[in-house]
């Protein structure tokens, strides 16, 4: 396989801090400035005048598309007229960008992300929420209670390598991810032509391809490393084929086809969205039939409402006489965000319910309410880290969850 990519190549550096009333809140103060981030010259330099620069502002939210405006902002020093004093910079913000900045309240948490190319980005959200446990994990950081900006610098530190779980977040703020096994692309246009093949075979010729895994032996391992492997080779292929496209170009009769861009645009996005969801339902498909384990993909239960995958069969989930504590029941979707109440509906009989995600980080909100609608929430083990410790206890791996349903129908 190709070398990984890394979270360097696309951050020189980043920090998060705490906001405060004077920062945000009108009524206390109009000096549109964020404070307390002098140490992200780092990044920015030490001008000694004002430096206007580039800044993508944005309002990232758990159950709401971003709000992005792509403005400017200065970066001077506050103490440029007392020399004596140790120079302090801040950051300015206009006027123009107080739909996405006032957004945010006092507590919220404002996120400065230096990349290697293009304008800084100043990623506001609320605090103790999923997308701000997600940033934290991505870059390594933590907030700390004087609101101050604490800060990594990616050249020296914390290159975190790219997976599919870091293309996530990645993607959640706006950085689309490319990684490619260009080593493949041969193997791929035999198998499979100039074309998107279905998502089943292909997911299939991902499982076959990579062989330094162990399914039986570390499911959860497995299952990020399938999901993982498909991306690349899917990424691979698309930039094969979508690249023939865009070199044809979009003329019709010499004038540019802008609609047919579009539409073609549309359905790139589109295809990368709907593949990620039944692919990954495929890697658990594979992951029960290498386990030997008895279930029902896509049943019915009640209504035509039925689970991903219903433990161990329709017939006993419809035998009034079976033993209701021997029923399983799981769904499966790569992320959650509001959708994980549509499990809720599924399968009345079993009481307890499972869902299976690669989401890292949900709120701690969000899992008290899971929790409280009696929802396990399944993860690979290696995500169990991204969450708080006191979530950590209610989390359950793919290990132990097969061990579950091995057990119930071994009884």
């Keep these: 396989m190709s070398k990984r990519g890394s979270l360097s190549e696309y951050f020189v550096g980043a920090g998060a801090k705490v906001l405060k009333?004077?920062?945000?809140?009108?009524?206390v103060s109009n000096g549109h400035e964020l404070q307390g981030v002098d140490t992200f010259r780092a990044f920015l330099g030490a001008p000694a005048q004002k430096q206007t620069i580039p800044i993508t502002y944005v309002w990232l939210s758990d159950d709401a598309d971003p709000v992005t405006l792509q403005l400017n902002g200065t970066w001077y020093n506050s103490r440029l007229r007392t020399p004596q004093r140790v120079p302090e910079y801040r950051l300015y913000y206009p006027k123009k960008s107080e739909d996405v900045v006032l957004r945010a309240k006092a507590g919220d948490t404002l996120f400065l992300c230096q990349p290697k190319n293009g304008p800084l980005l100043a990623l506001f959200c609320q605090h103790n929420s999923?997308?701000?446990?997600?940033?934290?994990?991505l870059?390594?950081?933590?907030?700390?209670?004087?609101?101050?900006i604490s800060q990594v610098d990616l050249r020296e530190q914390n290159d975190r390598t790219i997976d599919y779980v870091t293309s996530y977040v990645l993607e959640l703020i706006g950085v689309e991810v490319v990684e490619t096994e260009d080593d493949f692309l041969d193997r791929l246009i035999k198998k499979f032509g100039e074309a998107f093949p279905p998502t089943q075979p292909f997911s299939a010729f991902a499982r076959e391809l990579l062989k330094d895994v162990d399914g039986r032996d570390d499911p959860d391992g497995t299952l990020i490393a399938w999901m993982d492997?498909?991306?690349?080779?899917?990424?691979?292929?698309?930039?094969?084929?979508?690249?023939?496209?865009?070199?044809?170009?979009?003329?019709?009769?010499g004038v540019p086809d802008v609609d047919g861009f579009v539409q073609y645009s549309l359905q790139v996005q589109n295809r990368r969205k709907s593949r990620a969801g039944h692919a990954f339902a495929g890697h658990v498909d594979a992951l029960l039939k290498l386990h030997d384990i008895r279930y029902v993909r896509e049943a019915t239960t009640e209504k035509r409402n039925g689970p991903d995958f219903?433990?161990?069969?329709?017939?006993?989930?419809?035998?009034?006489?079976?033993?209701?504590a021997r029923l399983t029941m799981l769904g499966a979707k790569t992320s959650c965000k509001d959708r994980w109440r549509q499990v809720l509906a599924e399968a009345n009989r079993i009481e307890s319910k499972h869902l299976i995600t690669l989401e890292p980080g949900i709120s701690l909100a969000q899992t008290t309410e899971m929790k409280s609608n009696n929802l396990q929430l399944v993860l690979p083990a290696a995500l169990h880290s991204t969450f708080l410790p006191q979530q950590q206890a209610d989390l359950m791996s793919v290990s132990r969850f097969?061990?579950?349903?091995?057990?119930?129908?071994?009884?």
């Design 21 to 27: 009333d004077t920062e945000v809140n009108p009524q």
């Design 229 to 253: 492997f498909e991306q690349r080779l899917f990424m691979t292929l698309e930039k094969h084929i979508v690249g023939k496209r865009l070199a044809q170009g979009f003329m019709t009769s």
């Design 310 to 324: 219903l433990f161990p069969d329709e017939a006993s989930y419809h035998d009034q006489q079976f033993d209701v």
């Design 402 to 411: 097969l061990e579950l349903v091995r057990s119930r129908q071994a009884a």
């Design 139 to 148: 870059f390594g950081l933590a907030l700390t209670a004087d609101n101050e």
């Design 130 to 137: 999923t997308i701000e446990r997600q940033l934290l994990w």
